[in-house]
């Protein structure tokens, strides 16, 4: 094969994946071109580019997901390659085919790899064909619920209905028993038809404790292919991933060089080129079967990285050129460590992990050895409604597992993410449990556990101490103020000793917190507690504060609203300042529903004058990838509809109203 120099990159995506591309190229030599909608015009990864160049709009499907915008970009700004880091276009066999067409080196795999593992019934018939365990069940071409029925029964529940098309858990539904199957068949259909514009399904029989379990693979033109170990992908919510670590704590040295064989097969069958990963479940019994190849690089693919000591994207690169792969003996791929990799999101986990917007008011990270940030963001930038939730992938590296589950647990206490609601406080907690520090855990265990209701039990209760350091906060910053304003009389209060007060609200909670000021700082009550505290050191947005006998730090943003979060801890404290008066209840409208998340109407699907049921779905609403159908609450008629298709609407926009019967 001849070399291809590649001089420039086009990047083909946004976040955290760009500024990993980038940081490839910038080590390399190379050129790096960012793309960027409206949205993320003043994003990390623009600022950070060699080049830049604006696509107009914000929708995925007017920016990172069009073709000829893209490829014109690339055009535009002479760039040898683009590469589509992973979601977007990275498993687009017309556009890798499209880039080809067009002169321009797409670093991925070639279009017929991605179109044949882009259908996971054909993908299975591939797999079977070259001996690797495929999961039982049926991909044929009567789509009828009579035919998916008379399967289950021969599988025997529980089954899976997956979506031929697509990935990410959309289309995908648990059948537990014959009775489900009717819904759950129309549900997921309907979901696929909406994500991927295709509504064919598969039937598999459906594991109920396996494990998720992946090997990283990487082909070049000369036909070397080899692995580069696993990742354990089993902490999951609602097929999304939550944790990833290496190597797998479950993993025998035979299971695991078995399923190495089967990925190395899966590489082999599909003439394999670039980056890829094979995914298998693993069964109780210490069975396995291939799930899927991933023709991209992997959001997970740090943790490969930081044990092996290998530059996946710069592999990449290299094998676009044409180059044989840096190592192509597999005895001589390194393993060395353990690495874990959480990712944190912009979204509540104590309300179903709906999606969260907002501005990231402070944003820091923890500098020390075998830790790795992979950040979209910095302090200012907006989290939109329009992309991913993902704020940043936080990676650790250590000598085992237990040293590694440790490190992690102190960074999640020691990174800054407030103006927003994230998941990091939920993370921390989830390295606190047993059977996770222990490894005993798959795919379906917050479905099987009470993991999540005691974590939002826990969470549930007002914080005292943070709303205490907050207050002392306010306290100093007026004391500060009227001190460079000189003596000018307070507006807060007309004497220094007189008692004080601020009532927050925290959730559902009020919380008044007294205080007054004396010769050795502060006696303050809160809830019929009593404590004694002084301020030692404070500045714009942190105060360390004595309360009773702990020396305590907090982090503070905002105004109004604000972010409290203490040193060492995870958790954010979210509260708002309340009126010394009482402000006016803020009227419902009987009838009314509410968006529960910013976000676009994809679908409204009644009338005004519909007669609906209780139960009965009335628009589709999308934020940030992930769809959420409003049902009615009761039987009634619409009696007004404040919305249309593709609005883009706040949390607590009213949508609609239905007179109840």
């Not at 409206?38 to 160049?53: P, S, Y």
């Not at 020691?414 to 996770?436: A, H, P, R, V």
């Not at 350091?469 to 306010?474: C, G, I, K, V, Y």
């Amino acid at each position: 094969m001849s070399m291809r120099i590649i001089e420039s990159i086009l990047i083909a995506n946004r976040g955290e994946i760009a500024r990993r591309i980038i940081r490839a190229c910038q080590k390399m030599g190379i050129r790096s071109v960012a793309i960027f909608s409206d949205a993320d015009a003043n994003a990390l990864f623009v600022q950070e580019a060699d080049e830049a160049i604006a696509l107009g709009g914000n929708a995925p499907a007017d920016t990172y997901l069009n073709f000829e915008k893209v490829l014109n970009a690339a055009k535009a700004t002479e760039a040898t390659a683009i590469h589509p880091g992973y979601g977007f276009l990275a498993e687009n066999a017309a556009f890798a085919t499209a880039c080809r067409e067009s002169g321009i080196i797409f670093i991925g795999p070639k279009a017929d790899s991605i179109e044949q593992m882009g259908s996971k019934s054909l993908a299975k018939s591939l797999m079977e064909a070259h001996d690797v365990p495929v999961i039982p069940g049926y991909k044929g071409d009567d789509q009828s619920l009579e035919r998916f029925t008379t399967e289950a029964e021969s599988i025997g529940y529980p089954v899976l209905l997956k979506a031929v098309a697509g990935g990410g858990g959309k289309g995908m539904r648990i059948v537990e028993q014959p009775s489900q199957m009717q819904s759950a068949y129309e549900m997921a259909k309907s979901e696929a038809k909406n994500a991927f514009g295709d509504d064919a399904m598969m039937l598999e029989k459906y594991f109920e404790r396996a494990r998720h379990i992946e090997f990283q693979i990487f082909g070049d033109e000369h036909g070397n292919a080899i692995h580069l170990h696993e990742r354990e992908c089993s902490l999951q919510r609602r097929h999304q991933k939550i944790l990833e670590e290496s190597p797998s704590p479950v993993l025998s040295a035979s299971v695991k060089e078995q399923m190495a064989s089967s990925a190395i097969n899966a590489a082999k069958a599909l003439n394999y080129v670039n980056a890829g990963t094979v995914e298998f479940i693993l069964t109780e019994d210490g069975q396995y079967y291939f799930l899927e190849v991933n023709t991209r690089l992997q959001v997970e693919h740090p943790v490969t990285e930081m044990i092996t000591g290998l530059d996946l994207v710069e592999w990449q690169i290299r094998v676009a050129q044409g180059e044989v792969l840096p190592i192509t003996n597999q005895d001589d791929i390194p393993q060395k460590g353990y690495a874990v990799e959480l990712r944190l999101y912009a979204e509540d986990s104590m309300k179903g992990f709906l999606p969260a917007t907002g501005t990231v008011l402070k944003w820091s990270e923890v500098n020390m050895e075998g830790v790795r940030y992979e950040s979209a963001v910095q302090t200012g930038d907006d989290v939109s409604v329009f992309y991913d939730p993902m704020i940043a992938k936080l990676v650790v590296w250590a000598e085992n597992r237990d040293a590694a589950f440790r490190k992690m647990h102190f960074v999640l206490g020691k990174t800054d993410c407030l103006g927003l609601t994230t998941n990091q406080d939920f993370l921390q907690y989830l390295f606190e449990q047993e059977n996770i520090q222990k490894g005993v855990y798959h795919t379906r265990l917050f479905d099987e556990t009470d993991i999540l209701l005691k974590y939002q039990q826990e969470q549930s209760a007002a914080q005292i101490e943070p709303l205490i350091a907050l207050s002392l906060f306010r306290w100093n910053q007026r004391n500060q103020k009227k001190h460079v304003l000189g003596n000018l009389p307070s507006a807060w209060r007309n004497n220094f000793y007189q008692p004080q007060f601020d009532k927050y609200q925290v959730g559902e909670n009020e919380v008044q917190v007294n205080y007054k000021v004396v010769k050795t700082g502060f006696e303050i009550s809160v809830n019929d507690q009593n404590y004694k505290a002084s301020v030692l050191s404070t500045d714009e947005q942190s105060i360390r504060i004595q309360l009773n006998d702990a020396v305590k730090t907090y982090t503070i943003a905002g105004s109004g609203t604000y972010y409290v979060k203490e040193s060492n801890k995870a958790k954010v404290t979210e509260t708002t300042l309340l009126e010394r008066l009482p402000l006016p209840e803020k009227e419902e409208i009987k009838g009314g529903y509410t968006a529960p998340m910013p976000g676009e109407i994809i679908k409204v699907l009644v009338e005004k004058g519909n007669k609906v049921s209780k139960g009965q779905a009335l628009l589709i609403l999308t934020s940030m990838k992930m769809e959420n159908t409003i049902t009615a609450n009761a039987d009634g008629s619409i009696v007004d509809i404040f919305i249309r298709t593709n609005d883009q609407v706040e949390a607590g926009t009213l949508l609609l109203k239905i007179e109840e019967d």
